[in-house]
């Protein structure tokens, strides 16, 4: 086992880099500790009394922190109130180590995940329906919350752990619930996984943890190629629209349902997961087949339909009010994320057909203005309609009016042709519009 994690580390660690290590005081956690002290490393102990077990719970408390005194390392126990939930659990824990990684310095952390816990995984996330991505299992290294998260033990088994601790006269804490059969890692662990390795193969759990390396490396392939097709999408989108950069409240999150569509599956299917956030098969493929209407999905997010494109909105109120647009200096509006900076670089506009004070406002029913290069006006919907603004980002585009409230410019879209510069127009007045 030593030399197993000995490879882990050479791979994972630099010589002598401060480690946090999470300590449950079972075997697992307990075998890695003694482990890593006996291979020279001086780890900080964490561990987090979930308060599930009542007194059996202050026990494994008490034999963590007698372990690390022995041992003569530093240790950080917290004993939390969580929901009897392992997600909940999951997030008090992240929670937890991620405080005593602020306290301490330390931003890698060490846990004691076996090569019996991928098998384990790899079956549960195979049961509930999984792709690549969830059967590839518990990854050797990965980011989580802020702390770099290692797992040395991944291939040791744990019937190795249990050896290892024999030889050496170590104990440990049992958790009762662990062969509790209601839980169904518990059911896979007692019951499925026996039941292969007597049916079927006596190396399931080999088999099973090979599988999960295979795919964690073609999921790594496949990221890499979905990111650089999302990349690829994107800015394809920009430059088929306008030559003028849109400010953020403009519909560039949208996607071109043509050009999706002609994407391998498979990439248009991770392509949505990146882009919309992590969704259900379900959603995914409510998503694709998606036409006409709106479809909400978790989060809060709604992703519609409009003029060929799947269009992302964020649900948020039309933005309403007026704001005097400065002469002296920028103007900044918050409620609409825009700052207007004066001076070279921007529109230009007739300064004496604004008048002396002009302002910023947005969409009101029955809006018109007379698009630049247009004989005529026309209205402010059916322009956006034209320029594909989805309606519920219509109430957060920017409007520049005269003073005698002539709409001059939707902003990051065109100018007003009564406003435009000819030669014999003087002054001249230069703006532009930034995100903020």
């Given amino acids: 086992m030593l030399g197993k994690i000995q490879t882990s580390l050479a791979k994972l660690l630099a010589p002598g880099e401060p480690l946090l290590l999470g300590v449950s005081g079972g075997a697992d956690s307990v075998a890695l500790l003694h482990a890593l002290v006996e ?43 969580v929901p009897h939930d ?13 405080t005593v990684s602020k306290r301490t310095g330390i931003s890698t952390l060490a846990l004691a995940h076996t090569a019996d816990d991928q098998a384990e995984t790899f079956l549960l996330r195979l049961l509930r329906g999984a792709g690549a991505a969830g059967l590839s299992g518990i990854w050797p290294e990965r980011q989580i919350a802020g702390l770099r998260v ?4 991944l291939e040791v088994t744990r019937a190795e752990v249990l050896a290892y601790l024999r030889e050496r006269g170590l104990s440990h804490r049992e958790d009762a619930s662990n062969a509790d059969v209601r839980f169904a890692r518990n059911r896979v662990r007692h019951v499925l996984l026996p039941l292969l390795e007597r049916e079927f193969n006596p190396g399931v759990r080999d088999a099973l943890a090979r599988t999960a390396e295979i795919l964690r490396d073609e999921d790594a ?5 979905t990111a650089a097709f999302v990349g690829a999408l994107f800015k394809r989108d920009r430059l088929s629209g306008s030559k003028k950069s849109r400010l953020k409240t403009a519909p560039t999150d ?22 919309l956030g992590e969704l259900s098969f379900e959603h995914v493929e409510a998503v694709r087949a998606l036409r006409h209407g709106e479809l909400s999905l978790p989060g ?46 921007g529109e230009r506009f007739d300064a004496e057909a604004l008048g002396a004070s002009p302002f910023v406002r947005t969409w009101r029913e029955g809006d018109v203005f007379q698009p630049l290069g247009m004989i005529g006006t026309k209205k402010l919907q059916d322009f956006f309609v034209d320029e594909k603004v ?22 990051g879209y ?3 042709e009564p406003f435009k510069v000819t030669e014999r127009t003087r002054p001249v007045l230069w703006l532009r519009a930034e995100s903020v």
Wanted: aromatic residues 6%.
């Fill in 39 to 81: 291979l020279g490393w001086r780890p900080h102990v964490c561990h987090l009394n979930h308060q599930w077990r009542g007194v059996e719970s202050d026990a494994d408390a008490e034999f963590v922190q007698t372990l690390a005194a022995q041992l003569g390392l530093p240790c950080t126990i917290e004993a939390r109130s």
């Fill in 86 to 98: 392992e997600d909940a659990a999951r997030e008090a824990r992240h929670e937890f180590f991620g």
């Fill in 150 to 153: 290692i797992r040395p033990l």
């Fill in 221 to 225: 392939l496949l990221n890499e190629q």
């Fill in 254 to 275: 949208s996607v071109d349902i043509e050009v999706l569509s002609h994407a391998p599956v498979a990439l248009q299917r991770r392509a949505l997961r990146l882009w």
């Fill in 300 to 345: 809060g997010v709604i992703v519609g339909c409009e003029h060929g494109r799947l269009v992302k909105i964020v649900p948020t109120e039309p933005v309403t009010g007026q704001w005097v647009l400065k002469t002296d200096g920028d103007t900044v509006i918050e409620e609409l994320g825009v700052r207007f900076v004066l001076g070279e670089g």
């Fill in 390 to 411: 989805p309606r519920r980002g219509r109430g957060h585009v920017p409007l520049l009016c005269a003073a005698d409230g002539r709409i001059a410019w939707v902003v």
């Fill in 414 to 416: 065109r100018i007003a």
